[in-house]
Antibody, heavy 119, light 106 residues
Framework: QLQLQESGPGLVKPSETLSLTCSVSDDSIRSNTYFWGWIRQPPGKGLEWIGSIRLGGNTHYNPSLASRVSVSRDTSKNQFSLKLSSMAAADTAIYYC???????????WGLGTLVTVSS | EIVLTQSPATLSLSPGERATLSCRASQSVTNYLTWYQQKPGQAPRLLIYDASNRATGIPARFSGSGSGTDFTLTISSLEPEDFAVYYCQQRSSGLSFGGGTRVEIK
């Protein structure tokens, strides 16, 4: 059973850059079959897609976040990463990583990691 | 940006009853519509993809229908474990989620 695990700081100061990593339990990140994405959820609210990447390195970002987001992958480590700059209180959320097939059907999710923005 | 509107916001039903959840898109998404279930403290779980295809391991009581701008998720007979929040998501143009429908025990 595929497992995804998010890692990174639980607390970030305003204006700082958030860096999160998603570790994938198998080597499917080396396959062009899958999409790899980040989705977040503010406490008590709905889901928001942040961005995605495929094996070829093609990235796709939510237009509302595109100026602040970067998604990358390291196939040698079976990982992909998120960087979100200029963090603000509104970015406080649970951040999920996920694997998608068939174009952004997110079949597998990590457990999520809560990131709080506070000074 | 395609906006997905889910209704109702909350659905109060009893176990054994039929649940009908709606998702309306601001423009056509053809059949690129996915449904997820989320329970408290858990990540979302994919139920239905491409409007009507059940994901592996999803019980037959869950079904999806619709195309274009109007979609429905139906739970034919609610089990206790089905009380949760349900989200729709489109992948026709970019990617966006609906605001969710909470199915609660009446």
């Amino acid at each position: 059973q595929l497992q995804l695990q998010e890692s990174g700081p639980g607390l970030v100061k305003p204006s700082e850059t958030l860096s999160l990593t998603c570790s994938v339990s198998d080597d499917s990140i080396r396959s062009n079959t899958y999409f790899w994405g980040w989705i977040r959820q503010p406490p008590g609210k709905g889901l928001e897609w942040i961005g995605s990447i495929r094996l070829g390195g093609n990235t796709h970002y939510n237009p509302s976040l595109a100026s602040r987001v970067s998604v990358s992958r390291d196939t040698s480590k079976n990982q992909f990463s998120l960087k979100l700059s200029s963090m603000a209180a509104a970015d406080t959320a649970i951040y999920y990583c996920a694997r998608g097939t068939g174009g952004y059907n997110w079949h597998y999710w990590g457990l999520g990691t809560l990131v709080t923005v506070s000074s | 940006e395609i906006v997905l509107t889910q209704s109702p916001a909350t659905l109060s039903l009893s176990p054994g009853e039929r649940a009908t959840l709606s998702c309306r898109a601001s423009q056509s998404v053809t059949n690129y519509l996915t449904w997820y279930q989320q329970k408290p403290g858990q990540a979302p779980r994919l139920l239905i993809y491409d409007a009507s295809n059940r994901a592996t391991g999803i019980p037959a009581r869950f079904s999806g229908s619709g195309s274009g701008t109007d979609f429905t998720l139906t739970i034919s007979s609610l089990e206790p474990e089905d009380f949760a929040v349900y989200y729709c998501q489109q992948r026709s143009s970019g990617l966006s989620f609906g605001g969710g429908t909470r199915v609660e025990i009446k």
